[in-house]
T-cell receptor, first 115, second 109 residues
Framework: GAVVSQHPSWVICKSGTSVKIECRSL??????MFWYRQFPKQSLMLMAT?????????EQGVEKDKFLINHASLTLSTLTVTSAHPEDSSFYIC???????????FGPGTRLTVT | GQNIDQPTEMTATEGAIVQINCTYQ??????LFWYQQHAGEAPTFLSY??LDGLEEKGRFSSFLSRSKGYSYLLLKELQMKDSASYLC??????????WGAGTKLIIKP
């Protein structure tokens, strides 16, 4: 089956620094990848849709200048949390979509803690 | 607007059967997904329905009624490892997934 990896699996950073999270589709090409955020005991919240070779589409309320997304190739998308603050601490999950039936395969997630 | 409704939490007994319901309202419809998510982990795909009826896959089955905007996930012979959140998601006309808040399933011995 389709495998999606994420790196790092967890990261602790200081307030004000930036953190980059990578999402890779290992055995398939993904023209579309998604970035989600999930707070404890809450549902997945879609942050943005990333299309290879074009600008990401951000959901309402998500700051595009704070959460930089780059989808440079068909197998790699990156999310950079800039000037991180403690309220950005969360579980960030990426997914990659395959064509028909447009199923999404999820990476294992990255747990970000900002101190 | 678009909306997915499912119960917040359910409890069932090991070895029993449980049905998790989901109602959906999406702009257009291209199918309905069920995902399982264990605590602290990413969701994993369980099933996809686009036509009316029941799809069976081992201990798990998923049902869809498009006219009623309704789906359910049926879990048989429950095991302790089935304790997880179950997410219902509808695929809209833009092929975007609209997620429910998830149903936390608690299995008791």
């Amino acid at each position: 089956g389709a495998v999606v990896s994420q790196h790092p699996s967890w990261v602790i950073c200081k307030s004000g620094t930036s953190v980059k999270i990578e999402c890779r589709s290992l055995d398939f090409q993904a023209t579309t990848m998604f970035w989600y955020r999930q707070f404890p005991k809450q549902s997945l919240m879609l942050m943005a849709t990333s299309n290879e070779g074009s600008k990401a589409t951000y959901e309402q309320g998500v700051e595009k200048d704070k959460f930089l997304i780059n989808h440079a190739s068909l197998t790699l998308s990156t999310l950079t949390v800039t000037s991180a603050h403690p309220e950005d601490s969360s579980f960030y999950i990426c997914s990659a979509r395959v064509r028909q039936p447009y199923e999404q395969y999820f990476g294992p997630g990255t747990r970000l803690t900002v101190t | 607007g678009q909306n997915i409704d499912q119960p917040t939490e359910m409890t069932a007994t090991e070895g029993a059967i449980v049905q998790i319901n989901c109602t959906y309202q999406t702009s257009g419809f291209n199918g309905l997904f069920w995902y399982q998510q264990h605590a602290g982990e990413a969701p994993t795909f369980l099933s996809y329905n686009v036509l009316d009826g029941l799809e069976e896959k081992g201990r798990f089955s998923s049902f869809l009624s498009r006219s009623k905007g309704y789906s359910y996930l049926l879990l048989k012979e429950l095991q302790m490892k089935d304790s997880a959140s179950y997410l219902c998601a509808g695929l809209d006309s833009n092929y975007q997934l609209i997620w429910g808040a998830g149903t936390k399933l608690i299995i008791k011995p």
